[in-house]
């Protein structure tokens, strides 16, 4: 019957076991599971300006065609 390896809590991950662990998984800043950072400021700003155009694009076609 085969070894049964330990498993943590994900069950996604890969358990190494050696003295050389570090040079076979990848850094710990190259976690896929690490999130994004949020955009600055002024990016969020110059969306909220850009959805705030197509509202206003969208409503004078609206208006434009059901009058």
């Known amino acids: 019957m085969p070894e049964q390896h330990e498993v943590d809590a994900r069950h996604d991950s ?33 969306m909220w300006v850009a959805v705030a155009i197509l509202v206003v694009i969208l409503l004078v076609v609206l208006y434009a065609v059901l009058r």
Do not use: I
């Not at 190494?16 to 710990?28: I, R």
């Not at 994004?36 to 110059?46: D, R, S, W």
């Open 14 to 46: 890969l358990v190494v076991e050696g003295d050389d662990a570090g040079h076979v998984l990848p850094p710990l800043e190259l976690d896929p599971f690490t999130p994004e950072p949020a955009p600055p400021q002024k990016a969020q700003n110059v």
